[in-house]
């Protein structure tokens, strides 16, 4: 059945067009051709045609000679390559062990990338030609990999290379989270949002008075002298105000402390803030992830609890929209009789 | 219950019932009667009627604490345990350990706080506290070596105002320069409420021997109260000129314990002539060099802005041009002195009615990012740029050190108004602390008063 259909497909278009053609085809082949090169002989206008260079590659004539060189190539590499590895046995694989293969995650350039380098405009279904065949020459360099076959890994390597693209790392690391590096001066920039409020936060650890000076060695030793710790106290700027000018509803200010509080941190960081966008309960709670943030990242330990105790998540509620037929997101028009 | 339910009234003809909005009272009964409806249903209209009212009213009463005789249910006898720092002392308050300790104030009869009042929330405050506990500042010591000096000099020398961002201790430092002058035998005028010379609230009439507009109700309190707060040293101070009134006059030399009795002696009808007494004593105060004298003004702004006062064409009455301002504005720009003494004033910025005129802001130097930008082509009036002229600024700390935090903290522990068994009150004070920024009112009020983890 299925072939029936593919000999359908195949057998060229019938028409006028195509009785006219070989018609014309059948009047040409009554007279009798003869190479004019070959038989060096001038035209009937006397001029003499140079002979043609002979085409570099076989595929000239295809209009796309570099694509299908490369695709030739990659051919006869996923042949040998198969050939290679079936004769030490490692092809063809049980499916375990070919679940069991690490990981090679490739990206592939994309197609305009790739018809730079063909120099022709690729197709989809060529593009797919193409990326069909690399992944499965990466399957190969997979299996070469584990199975100990170290120059043929090389040689794919060297071969899909060419290939990579040149953003691989760039999409790889799409969507994981970026750790926060602290600065030459120890400071942290983070970021927070909720609602439609950003809040860029810079951390940076309150400079503490040396204490150790103040104290003989004897009475640390003895444990007579009572050690007076000295208190460090953390100020917030927001926009470069302080936190109780720029906040006047206790309960924001309390959100912003919260995961100071949780981290036992009042004292220990100085904050600078710059918070855009949203009401005074977003831009507070886009100030608390930030902190949160910040503070993860000044201390690591507590990256786990902070995670648990959802400080440092994203809070994903948004506004909720509005309903045709409905006053608002959820509000009723009034009923009314007639 | 409280030491100090006598302070309550702060100025002239302001007695609580305008203050405070009727309660459960004899008064509320009173503004219900006045309402109209039909004899026969009052009852039941009547409570229509106030119920109406009181949705209508938009400010909720004020904090008035149960007096201590109705607190017999078991569930509100508290068991407190006796808070008992030391008394506010102007010795105890000289010592090295003394910044960041609470002290209380203990008031004496005649102290000026409950002679003059005091600002309505530090009022409120000592109310919720049961007795007026203070904290000392370093400011505070400052202040107190700045009177000191200037008990040897005239008041034109020393002529200061606090100004501070809302909520800084502004009116809390000036109680305290008040009390510690009350304690060294200074004479004290308070002004505590200065916004109610200039809002309307007292009565007023035109003089035209003077030109102004006296008022005489306040006048005739303002005497009678220095009269209680100073009487020691009234007793000796002199007239220094005859002081002619309608049908008497009182010779030079009569002491002025004799002048102001004889002013209460005759309430009806000194009262319109109190602004003459007043001038007398002032005059009296001015030549004499037994006591120092301190002018004390809480609200300073308010009388160098906009009036609420109207004349008979309903045209604006400017401060100098009613008599009781304008008096306080001379002394405050040196125009007249007391040969010993000072006059200390304090802005209250979180009075939005009355925002600080550009005058005084010039004078104050009062330009940065906490004000609106002021043009220099804006208007000034020339009168108050010379009422303003030669104040000196005094800028109060914008945040409590960590220690003078720490005694404020104590207070409000100590009164158990937060925190239970197995509190985190380190905790608590480091967070609050850090929440206000530092600021003494917001560490108190939207602090430790607000908070909600308890």
New interface residues.
Partial sequence: MNSLIQNALRTPPRGAYACARSLTTTARQQAEYVNPRLSGQSNPEGRIERPKPIPTSPNFYTTRALFYDQLTQLERAVGRSEAFLRHHHLLPLPDFARASLPPLQPVWKDPLEMSNEFKTKLSTPRYRKVVKILNQLNDFQRIAKTGGCPQLEDRLRAILSMYESSKKEALLSRGKRKPVVLDEYGRSYTLGKRKTSSARVWMIPVQQPDASQSETPEALLLGTEKQNLPVTTTTILVNNMPLNQFFPLPADRERITRPLKVAGALGKYNVFALVRGGGTTGQSGALLQGIAKGIVAHDPALETMFRRVKLTRRDPRMVERKKTGLAKARKRYSWVKR | MSLISSISRPGPSTSLSRLLKPQFSLESRRYAAGEAGPVGKAGYLQKLGSAQKSKMRKKLPMYKALPASQLDRPILVSNKPQFDPPVFTPAAIKAATAVGQPFVINPKDNDPMKCFGIPRKLWLEFKLLSRPYTVVREVTKDIIQLLEDAKQSSSANTRVVFTG?PGCGKSFLLLQAVESCAQQNWVVIYIPRAVDLVNSTTSYAYDIRTQTYLQPWYSFQTIQRMLTVNKEAFTKIKLVEDLVLEKSVLAKGTTLDQVIEAALAERGVSVAQAPVYLEAVMKALEAQTQYPVILAIDDMQTLYGKTAYRDPHFQAIHSYHLSLPRMLMEFASGKRSFQKGAVLGAISASQTTHPIPLELRDALDLHNENYRIASPYEKRDKVLVEYAKGLKNMAVPEKLT?AEAIGVFEIWKEQQVFGREKFFYD?AF??K???????AR?FVW??LL????T
């Fill in positions: 961002r960590l905790e480091m967070g602390y850090t929440e206000s920024g530092g600021n917001d939207k602090g607000a908070t909600l983890d």
